[in-house]
Nanobody
Framework: QVQLVESGGGWLQPGGSLRLSCAASGSRFSIYAMGWYRKAPGKQRELVAIISSGGSTVYADSVKGRFTISRDNAKNTVSLQMNSLKPEDTAVYYC????????????????WGQGTQVTVSS
């Protein structure tokens, strides 16, 4: 079972930037597609970005052009660079993986980590 540890969250004002990181334990990290998700109070968890094992990326319309997902297979990490943050980006952010890009949204493989809180407020 892969363990996921998210970090990098915080409080910041609208328009600011933040970089989240997710460390995954275990081997064979490079074969999995990875995703960043978020859950805001009173809302369902939503998938915001995916990166394939080969480095291709997909973004939710709500973050396209503002967020960038990347991965470092040597370090077993996946990151999310968030720019031009808005109050509606406030949520707990999680990472998870799948055996394919499509399965990242339909069938995440591992237990959820504790997430990292991002709060955007003036």
């Amino acid at each position: 079972q892969v363990q996921l540890v998210e970090s990098g969250g915080g409080w910041l004002q609208p328009g600011g930037s933040l970089r989240l990181s997710c460390a995954a334990s275990g081997s064979r990290f490079s074969i999995y597609a990875m995703g960043w998700y978020r859950k805001a109070p009173g809302k369902q968890r939503e998938l915001v970005a995916i990166i394939s094992s080969g480095g291709s990326t997909v973004y939710a319309d709500s973050v396209k052009g503002r967020f960038t997902i990347s991965r470092d297979n040597a370090k077993n990490t996946v990151s999310l660079q968030m720019n031009s943050l808005k109050p509606e980006d406030t949520a707990v952010y999680y990472c998870n993986g799948g055996i394919s890009v499509s399965s990242v949204s339909t069938n995440p493989l591992w237990s959820w980590g504790q997430g990292t809180q991002v709060t955007v407020s003036s």
